[in-house]
């Protein structure tokens, strides 16, 4: 008997787990991307309505994520005769071209890589699941999602300019965190330098939260 093969989750801040796959706009490699942040997501199966719903709404957002130096990549347990149908029938029925690339998994040896396959949820197709990989090939967050429910896709928008924010200035952003908004200052390490924090110009409801504009 052979056992499906499985893996571990793929760890936030290591490098993201190497791939090269046949795709919609030919093959990819993960080191493609180095140099550009990455949004690698997947959707359980073409032509689904609530899949549909998603890729949709990528597409629409697809200037945005190239404004912060981000690619977008689909995944799905399909062949890519299903994909190239499934991307003409949106643009068909939904006047909406996809243009970012599907990969094609049929081996799901980059499901299980990124543990996309989740038993009890899915045991043959990849579980909504979507990672944020930066310019450099590091894991930054991942997100699951259940089979029935669709994702929101600003909410990667924001989550991706939250990431390139806080590498920048060194700062951490507070929940529901939007471009242009206050971000907080990081704590204070030392009593010595938890006393001075209330002296440095930042607003401060306490020494350990202080925010700042940028």
Avoid at 2 to 30: I, M, Q, W, Y
Avoid at 31 to 57: K, N
Avoid at 122 to 127: E, F, K, N, R, Y
Avoid at 135 to 146: E, N, S
Wanted: hydrophobic share 40%; glycine share 6%; net charge negative.
């Amino acid at each position: 008997m052979t056992e499906t093969p499985t893996a571990g989750l793929p760890r936030l801040n290591e490098p993201a787990p190497d791939f090269s796959a046949k795709t919609t706009h030919g093959e990819k490699k993960l080191s493609d991307y180095r140099g550009q942040w990455l949004v690698l997501f997947s959707h359980p199966a073409d032509f689904t309505p609530v899949c549909t719903t998603e890729f949709i709404a990528f597409a629409k957002a697809y200037p945005a994520f190239r404004k912060l130096g981000t690619e977008l990549l689909g995944l799905s347990i399909d062949s890519n005769y299903a994909h190239i149908a499934w991307a003409r029938a949106i643009k068909d029925k939904f006047g909406i071209e996809i243009p970012f690339p599907i990969i094609e998994d049929l081996s799901m040896r980059v499901a299980h890589a990124y543990g996309m396959i989740q038993p009890g949820a899915s045991d043959t197709s990849a579980v909504r699941a979507t990672f944020i990989i930066d310019d450099k090939g590091v894991l930054r967050a991942m997100v699951y999602y259940p089979m029935s429910n669709g994702r929101s896709i600003p909410e990667f928008l924001r989550l991706v300019a939250a990431l390139q924010t806080s590498d920048k200035h060194g700062v951490a952003t507070p929940e529901g965190w939007q471009p242009g908004d206050r971000v907080i200052v990081p704590p204070p390490q030392t009593t010595a330098a938890a006393e001075q924090r209330m002296h440095e110009g930042y607003e401060c409801a306490d020494w350990f939260f202080c925010t700042k504009t940028l």
